[in-house]
């Protein structure tokens, strides 16, 4: 049996070194010492920079993976750049290495698989370690994010995080130049972008399921403000509850701005930028059997039955291995003012909570 790790200590190392995605070597190491001293078959460089600890038992039984994500996020601050952990994803380590050193030499079947993934906030993570096959024998993923104050209060646990598929999308119009005295000779770009957001805000979709497509960004003209652009370009944010909704959304998005250029003599291209984030599609089976543990482990007023959350790479698991059973909690730790925010803080003593559940859970399958 390994010592068991003091998750705040943990929390507190890991939190001085913030990295950028596939660049975690400081943590890495880290992570990677602290597993070989446990006794774990240790396997590092996994997608880059990633760190996987494996620990099977004699008899019989599923892989189990759990899996936390290792990057920090890039600020500029006064005009200097920054890298902070302000996502949380140091106090997920330590809660995964926590419960590593909780599970050492408990294990009777199957196999227990750590996945310490770099870049989820490159969005191009998960699949850098799919990619190195580690999930050629993953029956069950697991994953673990922590919640602002906002989201469920401190100290409680969320047996769901409903993820949202999302993508960011960017839309190039062509048009004519002309003078803007002679504006019938041109194709007018600024005029046309503008009707590309209008219409786009008129589409329609299930009004039952949560989504949205926001204009973030419009780019059109030159130094004259005499001059009618012909070129220019508009950037999208957008998310959807399910993935079939989003595949719709996109379809309409994209037929929407090409007949509306069209309409105006111009031509309109959409870009995907990168891989479209896929939404959560969780094993019902495993929800409950987590609702149930997040109970019994910390007690019924302890458990919060859903959490919202943004987009998250862990989701390509389900798509790339649609056998995979998948199930992912939100830690209530009181993170204000929120995630992504250069400040943001939160009480690490509520991290045990995140480690007793996901203990619990995997001791039913593999102890």
């Known amino acids: 049996m390994a010592q068991e790790l003091d998750v705040v200590e943990l929390y507190n190392d890991l939190h001085k070194t913030p990295e ?5 070597f400081k943590t890495s190491a880290y992570i990677a010492q602290k597993l070989k001293e446990m006794g774990y078959e240790v396997t590092t460089g996994v997608g880059k920079t990633g760190v996987v600890a494996v620990e099977k038992g004699g008899e019989k039984g599923p892989c189990v993976m759990i899996r936390a994500d290792m990057d920090a996020l890039p600020f500029k ?16 380590c330590a809660m995964l290495l926590a419960i590593a050193s909780r599970l050492k030499g408990k294990i009777k079947r199957g196999t227990l698989k750590l996945l310490f993934q770099p ?9 850098s370690v799919i990619e190195d096959g580690v ?14 104050s906002s989201d469920i209060p401190d100290g409680t646990v969320a047996a769901t995080l409903m993820h ?49 497509m926001k204009c973030t960004k419009i780019e059109v003209g030159g130094a004259a403000v005499n001059v009618i652009p012909d070129k220019g370009y508009c950037m999208y944010d957008v998310r959807a509850e399910t993935n079939p909704l989003m595949k719709d959304m996109l379809e309409k998005l994209e037929r929407s701005a090409q007949s509306t250029a069209a309409a105006f003599g111009g031509k309109a291209t959409m870009k ?6 896929p939404a959560c599609e969780y094993d019902d089976e495993l929800v409950k059997e987590m609702s149930d543990c997040i109970a019994e482990t910390l007690g019924a007023d ?14 390509f698991f389900k798509i790339k291995k649609p056998s995979l059973r998948t199930a992912y909690i939100g830690v209530g730790t009181g993170a204000t ?4 925010h250069p400040d943001m803080h939160m009480n690490p003593a509520s991290l045990i909570n995140g480690v007793k559940v996901m203990v619990a859970f995997a001791l039913k399958y593999l102890g």
């Open 337 to 340: 003012p929120g995630l992504h």
């Open 77 to 92: 601050i006064n005009g200097e750049d920054k890298v902070i952990h302000a996502c949380g994803h140091d106090s997920h």
């Open 272 to 277: 995907l930028l990168g891989d479209v984030i």
């Open 20 to 24: 950028l995605g596939f660049q975690e």
């Open 119 to 127: 870049g989820e906030e490159t969005l191009k993570g998960a699949l």
């Open 135 to 148: 999930l050629d024998d993953v029956d069950i993923a697991l994953g673990l994010h922590i919640r602002p």
């Open 164 to 212: 949202s598929a999302s993508i960011f999308v960017r839309i190039d119009v062509e048009g004519l130049a002309s003078h803007a005295s002679r504006p019938h000779l041109g194709v007018n770009c600024a005029e046309m972008l503008a009707a590309i957001v209008q219409n786009a805000g008129l589409l329609k979709f299930a009004p039952t399921l949560t989504w949205s």
């Open 302 to 315: 302890k458990l919060r039955a859903t959490s919202i959350g943004g987009g998250e790479d862990f989701h």
